[in-house]
Nanobody, 126 residues
Framework: QVQLVESGGTLVQAGDSLRLSCAASGRTLSTHLMGWFRQAPGKEREFLAT????????YYADSVKGRFTISRDSAKNTAYLQMSSLKPEDTAVYYC???????????????????WGQGTQVTVSS
């Protein structure tokens, strides 16, 4: 089993930056891909970014490319999502997820992942 714990969500103002963290524990050697998603009330879960743990290869949704950056610190078993130029439309619950390789290469769908964090709320005021 792998456990993911997210942190960093808070209330910010439009234009601010924020970094979310996702700490992994357990059988982390089985995790090949980690991703970030978000979900606002009444909307489907939206793909944001993925990173391959071994190589650091990243892939982004067009909607956040240039504003959001995914990274990882292997020594800390932690993934990050650095967000800049935040907008009220970015308000959502943000989730990190891990996959063992059963899903697609880019991991853009929730079904590509095996386990999820609890989510952390990000609220951007205008």
């Amino acid at each position: 089993q792998v456990q993911l714990v997210e942190s960093g969500g808070t209330l910010v103002q439009a234009g601010d930056s924020l970094r979310l963290s996702c700490a992994a524990s357990g059988r982390t050697l089985s995790t090949h891909l980690m991703g970030w998603f978000r979900q606002a009330p009444g909307k489907e879960r939206e793909f944001l970014a993925t990173i391959r743990w071994t190589t650091g290869e990243t892939y982004y949704a067009d909607s956040v490319k240039g504003r959001f950056t995914i990274s990882r610190d292997s020594a800390k078993n932690t993934a990050y999502l650095q967000m800049s130029s935040l907008k009220p439309e970015d308000t959502a619950v943000y989730y990190c997820a891990g996959g063992g390789g059963r899903g697609s290469y880019y991991g853009t769908r929730p079904l590509d992942y095996d386990y999820w964090g609890q989510g952390t709320q990000v609220t951007v005021s205008s």
